[in-house]
């Protein structure tokens, strides 16, 4: 108890010397492990960590869905999304902001980042909102927490990497994203509707599409709807592995992008270098977090945690609420990523102890991550927009995600009151 | 100093940027023979695993390079330029120390698996070249935060005006 105790803070002093997470995480776990057992046991377990990690197939899906997702964003198949979107909703008040989430949602189902999503929807969307004459803050709102969508709509990088540290099937997983994905756009358009409502100056109406444009412009989306069917539905139909989907996927994004002439050659190596680092990002912090993790494994911290819930003879319901609650704060001032990794193998296993659903419990992991790129002051998705559009100050970009906020706190509530709709299509489809 | 960096830096993108392409080519064709001609490519599975980790390992040290790896600005941005300069010294040499003493073990573990002859089981591949590669990369990755710590080399300059370069935190 003491020791898995001393660790997490033995990681958190490191981290806020600005050591790299991954660093702060395989130092503490490997010293922990040396005072535990012995230096030499460290040794091995730290080598065999990095060795399994490295030399496993199966990681092989990180790097391609991050391709994926970065070629998909460089083809520009968000501005024939955006069009769609706004052909249906546009002429509504806040219809440009609805589009904009609608949009994002398409995206986010064949690109698995919600930065990279918010990222893509700010150069779409943001200049027609302004043009329209939308308030920033609804602008900004709309498209930092519609891209969070990207990482709750399948295919996602976070998904993947819970189901990598709580060892659960990516295609259950993924399957179980859809349906929230949904009630997430559901409740963020009516976060929209609840703006304009409130201030109908925020959002004027675009002009009407006749049924003829909605149609040639749903005809556009081609693109988008073959690679999402035939990625999740190959996973689905038991055609092929999430890595094998997700290479078809990566060679689909190409073939678009150069396709539409936007990548030239040099392009393309900019992006698999990106797409490369990012994968050496991700394979450093979960090493990290594995080397951490095996270090927790030997202290009787999660066992301890176990016994200090359930001494307290709280509703196992009450359980995850606290924890979705410690989630949301902690995000509000950590980065994301490093949370859950740090974490997810502190509860997991208490989650799992109390009979919940580790899909479930991975769908709501997801929503508090959410949470957390929208949240002031340090939501990833927030600065994104701000480094994108440095004429609208941070503080406006802050008001206006404070609806979104509230429709996620809402969604994560229903999604905790009901677990059959996350759980549902994995049911029906494993 | 900066000058051999920059090469070695572009040699590793070319390396990194075309193991990457080849992953993605190499398990596209595979699963496209296995559904077209019910011939899937022998060995691909041994392949992606051998090259994935030369993905990996040769991404570690560039993402080091470019001040990309996961760290916490949360005492960091409350700080002086001065005491923010002592701090990012102190990170890279104690993580420049850790990814050394890391580089060693593995060097180790890589002599001990050209000593065992181990192989792949289909291609009969030998695993200990990868494996010292592995060590290798870990050691620049060390050398890399020593010399950034020592001044030897210059901080990556942050990107942050454009937000594409945010997807290296890959959420």
Not at chain 1, 356 to 364: T, V
């Amino acid at each position: 108890m003491i020791a898995g105790t001393l660790g997490i803070i033995g990681i958190l002093v490191l981290a806020i010397l600005r050591v790299p997470i991954a660093l702060s995480m395989g130092i503490t776990g490997f010293v922990g492990l040396a005072l535990l057992r012995s230096p030499n046991s460290a040794m091995a377990s730290v080598v065999n960590t990095v060795y399994d990690t490295g030399f496993q197939y199966s990681l092989a899906v990180i790097p391609l869905f991050v391709l994926m997702g970065n070629f998909v964003t460089r083809a520009r198949m968000s501005q024939e999304l955006y069009a769609a979107a706004y052909s249906f909703v546009g002429h509504r008040k806040g219809g440009l902001a609805m589009a904009t989430v609608v949009a994002c949602a398409g995206f986010g189902a064949i690109c698995g980042s919600a930065i990279a999503t918010a990222a893509t929807m700010t150069r779409v969307a943001h200049p027609e909102m302004k043009k329209y004459g939308y308030s920033d803050a609804l602008a900004t709102g709309a498209i930092a927490s519609g891209g969070t969508l990207g990482i709750l709509i399948p295919p996602s990088s976070l998904m993947i990497i819970y189901c990598i540290i709580t060892e659960q099937n990516i295609g259950k997983m993924f399957a179980a994203g859809l349906l929230p994905g949904i009630l997430a756009t559901f409740l963020y358009l009516l976060a929209i509707r609840y703006t304009v409502w409130r201030d109908p100056e925020a959002g004027p109406a675009g002009s009407r599409i006749p049924w003829m444009g909605r149609l040639a412009a749903l005809r556009d989306v081609w693109g988008v709807l073959v690679l999402f069917i035939v990625v999740m539905g190959g996973i689905y139909g038991g055609f092929f592995t999430s890595t094998e989907a997700a290479s078809i996927g990566a060679m689909g994004g190409l073939f678009f992008a150069v396709f539409r002439g936007k990548l030239g050659w040099r392009d393309v190596k900019d992006v698999l270098l990106e797409s490369a680092r990012t994968t050496a990002i991700l394979f450093a912090i979960l090493m990290g977090a594995l080397i951490f993790s095996s270090f927790l494994n030997f202290t009787e911290l999660p066992n301890a945690l176990e016994s200090f819930v359930a001494s307290f003879g709280l509703h196992p319901i009450m359980v995850i609420i606290v924890i979705c609650a410690l989630y949301v704060v902690l995000m509000s001032a950590l980065e994301e990523l490093s949370v859950i990794l740090l974490t997810v193998p502190l509860f997991f296993p208490l989650v799992v102890s109390l009979g919940f659903d580790p899909i479930w419990f991975g769908i709501l992991v997801v929503c508090v991550v959410e949470i957390g790129m929208i949240s002031p002051p340090v939501g990833m998705n927030l600065f994104v927009i701000n480094a994108m559009i440095p004429e609208v100050s941070i503080t406006t970009v802050w008001r206006g995600v404070i609806p979104f906020i509230w429709a996620d706190l809402l969604r994560l509530a229903i999604l905790i009151a009901f677990p059959a709709i996350s759980l549902f299509l994995p049911n029906l489809l494993f | 100093m900066t000058r051999i960096f920059a090469l070695l830096e572009e040699i590793l993108s070319w390396i990194t940027a075309s193991v990457l392409f080849a992953i993605m080519t190499l398990t596209f064709i595979d699963v496209a023979t296995r559904g077209l001609l019910q011939t899937p490519v022998t060995g691909a599975f041994e392949v992606t695993e051998l090259l994935l980790v030369v993905l990996v390992f040769t991404s570690i040290p560039l993402a080091s390079r470019a001040g990309q790896h996961i760290a916490v600005d949360l005492l960091y941005s409350f700080t002086g330029k001065r005491l923010q300069w002592l701090m990012g010294s102190l990170a890279d040499l104690l993580t420049g120390v850790a990814i050394l003493g890391l580089s060693w073990l593995m060097l180790n573990r890589a002599i001990r698996v050209y000593n065992d002859g181990v192989y792949t089981a289909v291609l009969n591949i030998r695993y200990w070249p990868f494996v010292f590669y592995v060590a290798f990369m870990i050691f620049l990755m060390g050398l890399i935060h020593l010399l950034l710590s020592l001044r030897f080399l210059q901080p990556a300059s942050a990107t942050a005006d454009d937000s594409d370069d945010k997807q290296e935190f890959g959420l």
